[in-house]
């Protein structure tokens, strides 16, 4: 987008701030596209006289492809956020590398001072559209019915991990938490050994690791006290947060298919074990605040 911007906004103003296919408004350009009428394939170039904006839906229904996401537009901006935070991270570590900033690394003597400078303008940059596409990723969240429901006052839940949720899960179709738990790698398969280290981070679990591992051991958490509980008794950092996080996900399934009206069976130990204590999600600050509210899905 960055070298058609220009395009961008030339089009944006002349189409008022709305899709040139549907008419409605363009939330965003991270929920928009600039496409060409004639298509690359038949020769068409990226000119004014050639492009338009439309919106993902509308797009989506000219390449005739079904979204897999049951929150399509909010995992386009979700996936721009992280992109962007990707190429922060590593230009970042590049230079601190290159400085002698990272423990166990010297200054290289191949970076002078006009590369340096043009390095640390470009991070600049990407800092500047981690921050822009964040602050448009925060207010899709907060506009979500399941935010203003239950997540927003869920402990450990952040828009960040909300937007991440949303954007992946389909909470009907988990039917138990242990299909949750093992959609995000918490199943006997991808655990991890009899000491709890390495846990087996999958490609869909490491950005809810990676969010929980801090908020649920804050000593203001709920979830601390078993941490604390499972340390005491030997094992690891890793194994403990395992257990708070499978107990995390457990309230997070009850309380998302309550607010669906979705049925929520007892857990399987429960129910076939005959375990008796029960952690109740709202002994834990979990609750729903409102019914659901109906979004328009795209066709």
């Not at 655990?191 to 809810?208: K, V």
């Not at 309550?258 to 076939?272: A, I, N």
Request: aromatic fraction near 12%; charge should be positive; proline fraction near 6%.
């Amino acid at each position: 987008m960055a070298k058609n911007q220009h395009l961008y906004d030339y089009h944006f103003e002349k189409q008022n701030g709305k899709c040139d296919e549907c008419g409605e408004d363009l939330v965003s350009r991270f929920t928009s596209r600039l496409r060409r009428i004639v298509p690359g394939r038949e020769g068409g170039k990226f000119t004014i006289e050639n492009t338009r904006i439309i919106c993902l839906i509308c797009e989506w229904k000219l390449e005739g492809t079904t979204p897999d996401s049951p929150n399509p537009l909010l995992k386009t901006v979700y996936r721009s956020f992280k992109r962007f935070q990707t190429d922060y991270g590593r230009l970042d570590r590049i230079i601190r590398a290159a400085t002698g900033d990272i423990k166990g690394t010297t200054p290289s003597p191949y970076m002078d001072a006009e590369t340096l400078a043009i390095l640390l303008a470009d991070l600049e940059l990407y800092w500047k559209r981690v921050k822009l596409v964040k602050k448009a990723l925060v207010k899709m969240v907060r506009e979500q019915p399941e935010w203003k429901a239950f997540m927003s006052d869920a402990p450990g839940m952040g828009e960040i991990t909300a937007a991440y949720l949303l954007s992946l899960v389909n909470i009907a179709k988990a039917k138990s938490v242990s299909a949750l738990w093992k959609f995000f790698g918490f199943d006997p398969a991808n655990a991890a050994g009899t000491d709890g280290r390495n846990p087996g981070l999958g490609q869909l679990r490491a950005p809810l690791y990676a969010g929980l591992s801090i908020t649920l051991i804050r000593k203001d958490s709920p979830y601390r006290e078993h941490y604390d509980a499972w340390k005491t008794k030997g094992v690891s950092h890793g194994g403990a947060l395992r257990r708070i996080m499978k107990l995390w996900l457990s309230h997070l399934w009850v309380t998302w298919r309550t607010f669906e009206g979705l049925p929520v069976t007892k857990p399987f130990v429960h129910d076939k074990l005959d375990h008796t204590t029960y952690y109740s999600p709202s002994d834990y600050g979990w609750r729903v605040k409102s019914e659901p509210v109906p979004t328009k899905k795209p066709e």
